[in-house]
């Protein structure tokens, strides 16, 4: 068919559905937005994606018609819009994913070739609250395995904001006071720079979705084929890295991007196979797991976020296990910590399990697994962790990505608070409890520390 060839001048009742596929089929973005209007539109108008090179042309009766490379096409009130993966051309020069590499993967994430991950997982991808709010450092997530991702990543983007890039303002309204610009580049440059310290500072890999089925992998990923369309990008400078991810952000932080899982992806194939089977030990041999119907993250996806190492303990080096083998715990001081508190544990497990590099990391900021739900702890003076006078009296702020929150927690930390005054407070409401999941979980760092919620009614 002759894309000039307008369809807007034959009436749609006239055409069946066929006939409509087979005019737009010469465009592959359409494929599968479309529906005849019989069948079921809305009377939206498509969002222009990364990659789809669309735009919307209005018309002397006010609707819109869609342009793509130039050509009109149905009007927008007589289509539906729905979720696309944002898209990259084919022609940026990277390589497809093999069938050997996308099955190594595969195995690395789940140790088979047969499960997926789920509709949580899809959905994720790395948004921030409105910029100039109470919350404009923070990403927007939601329950669901991905969430610990997001986390760990909540993290570096605070120590960048903070304490790393160029403007020196280490104050909770430096981080509030963001723009929508200032937010990407600080997305950016925290994903660059996780995926080139799992690369070992060496190199990175990006990985991106491309519109065309670039890979004869077989195995079943999905219905959309999204393995067998990724595309790898290779870096061997940090800056270039940066770059690249910050001209394709669509794809990590659009609505339906799956920006988190290319994350992984990008994450797993900088870290490269090998390295990663260095990292792991007889503890643990991949990446994910399935509990109570989620697929959840490991510690040693954490740990390599956090440290650039895919360590599968949070102990100290290595310690004896069961076997010969020794299991591998965090070997170097993390930038950015981690603290962990279960409600079903003892204290004293707690307090032993996680070892320094971890509970004292170089930022005071801290990814905390409380109850198997993540949340991030962090303070806005440096020195809080390189003198001990600054640790008497301190304040932590606290974000714990609910829906519900809509700024930091303001808490103040006192660690030389008497014992007897801890008892005197035990059991005040008739609780059961001395302290909140929250509290037990700042206890593990600071022993004796008793916690201003200043006004706050404590919710963790």
């Known amino acids: 068919m002759d894309p000039e060839i307008s369809v807007q001048e034959q009436n749609p009742l006239e055409l069946d559905l066929n006939e409509i596929t087979k005019k737009l089929l010469f465009l592959d973005q359409w494929r599968g937005v479309f529906r005849y209007y019989r069948l079921g539109s809305s009377h939206t108008t498509p969002q222009n994606h990364v990659g789809s090179h669309l735009s919307v042309e209005e018309t002397g009766d006010g609707s819109g018609v869609l342009q793509s490379q130039g050509r009109r096409q149905l009007p927008s009130s007589r289509v539906c819009s729905v979720p696309r993966v944002p898209t990259i051309s084919s022609k940026l020069h990277g390589f497809p994913i093999s069938p050997a ?3 190594m993967l595969q195995r690395s994430l789940f140790g088979n070739l047969n499960q ?27 329950k669901g395995g991905a969430q610990s991702i997001q986390m760990a990543v909540q993290g570096s983007i605070i120590k960048y904001l903070l304490f790393t890039r160029e403007r020196k303002d280490c104050s909770l309204r430096s981080l509030c006071n963001l723009s ?52 790898l990008f290779e870096f061997s400078e940090k800056e270039a890295t940066e770059k690249f991810v910050y001209d394709h952000l669509q794809c990590f932080k659009g609505e339906g991007s799956y920006g988190v899982i290319l994350f992984l992806y990008s994450l797993v194939l900088s870290r490269t196979f090998e390295r990663l089977q ?31 190492r895919a360590s599968p303990n949070v102990f100290n080096s290595y310690e004896e296990g069961r076997s010969e083998e020794a299991l591998h715990g965090v070997l170097t001081r993390s930038d950015i910590g981690y603290l962990q508190w279960s409600k079903n544990a003892s204290d004293s497990h707690q307090l032993s399990q996680v070892g320094s590099m971890l509970k004292t990391p170089t930022f005071p900021i801290w990814l905390c697994n ?24 301190f304040d932590l702020y606290f974000y714990s990505g609910h829906p519900s929150q809509k700024k930091p927690v303001h808490l103040t930390i006192d660690t030389h608070s008497h014992h007897w005054e801890g008892e005197h407070h035990e059991d005040k409401h008739g609780s059961g409890r001395r302290f909140s999941s929250l509290e037990m979980a700042i206890r593990t760092k600071w022993r004796e520390a008793t916690v201003n919620w200043n006004g706050t009614t404590p919710f963790f």
């Open 101 to 103: 590499m996308a099955a």
């Open 180 to 231: 929508q610009r200032e937010q990407e580049q600080a997305l950016a440059v925290v994903l660059a720079g996780i995926l080139w310290a799992a690369g070992a500072a060496q190199k990175a890999i990006v990985c991106l979705v491309t519109k065309d089925i670039r890979s004869t992998s077989t195995l079943d990923y999905s219905s959309d084929n999204f393995m067998e369309r990724l595309q």
């Open 370 to 393: 409380i109850n198997g739900n993540y949340s991030i702890l962090f303070c806005t003076n440096r020195q809080l962790l390189s003198d001990w006078k600054m640790e008497r009296v």
């Open 116 to 142: 997926v991950l789920g509709g949580d997982w899809r959905k994720a991808h790395f948004k921030f609250h409105d910029p100039f709010s109470d919350l404009a450092f923070a990403l927007q997530v939601e």
């Open 278 to 308: 260095k990292d792991l030990d007889t503890t643990t041999t991949h990446l994910l797991q399935s509990q109570a119907g989620l697929v959840l993250c490991r510690q040693a996806v954490l740990n390599l976020i956090l440290t650039g």
